[in-house]
Nanobody, 117 residues
Framework: QVQLVESGGGLVQPGGSLRLSCVASGTIFRLNAMGWYRQAPGKERELVASIARDGITNYAYFVKGRFTISRDNAKNTVYLQMNSLKLEDTAVYYC???????????WGKGTLVTVSS
């Protein structure tokens, strides 16, 4: 019943910016941790950033200082502001919800980010 819908992906030049959004439904959003993961061709899915219910954030080393995760509980939405994008950031980006009750992970279908000149 939990549904996550991502948006905001697209084509951007190196050094450019994008903002990804993920709207959650079917859950009490503010009670759950949220995150963004990505999967590039030929690679495993990896954590990009996460944000706990209290707003504490965690970032992968390869995006720290460039990306910012935030949440708006009134809109049931988590964001990923992506600045100074690099070619190696090209991937499908997935929204993740980790349920507080049983730590089960829920996933969106993903949004493609392509960084290319």
């Amino acid at each position: 019943q939990v549904q996550l819908v991502e948006s905001g992906g697209g084509l951007v030049q190196p050094g450019g910016s994008l903002r990804l959004s993920c709207v959650a439904s079917g859950t009490i959003f503010r009670l759950n941790a949220m995150g963004w993961y990505r999967q590039a061709p030929g690679k495993e899915r990896e954590l990009v950033a996460s944000i706990a219910r209290d707003g504490i954030t965690n970032y992968a080393y390869f995006v720290k200082g460039r990306f910012t995760i935030s949440r708006d509980n009134a809109k049931n939405t988590v964001y990923l502001q992506m600045n100074s994008l690099k070619l190696e950031d090209t991937a499908v980006y997935y929204c993740n919800l980790r349920a507080t009750m049983d730590l089960r992970d829920y996933w969106g279908k993903g949004t493609l980010v392509t960084v290319s000149s």
